[in-house]
């Protein structure tokens, strides 16, 4: 059985050049999902802030009501 060296070693340039463009496409991802990721985490950060704001408004509203009960003896006739 005879092996050629010649086909083993030889390469082709454009071989070289496409590992490098896949190589930068998934760096070019990678970085896009650690944005996405980033922006994700302070989205859900910026929400459970506006949620426990929401609470504390809605709480202040209903202990800080004021009823007003008309009194009995006067009543609007026209």
Known sequence: MKIFPSHFTRRDPQHG???FVFISLL???MILVAANGNALSRLHQETKLLEHRQIERLNASQTNTVT???SPGKSESK
């Open 17 to 19: 050049f496409v590992v």
């Open 27 to 29: 760096a070019i991802m």
């Open 68 to 70: 007003a009960v008309a």
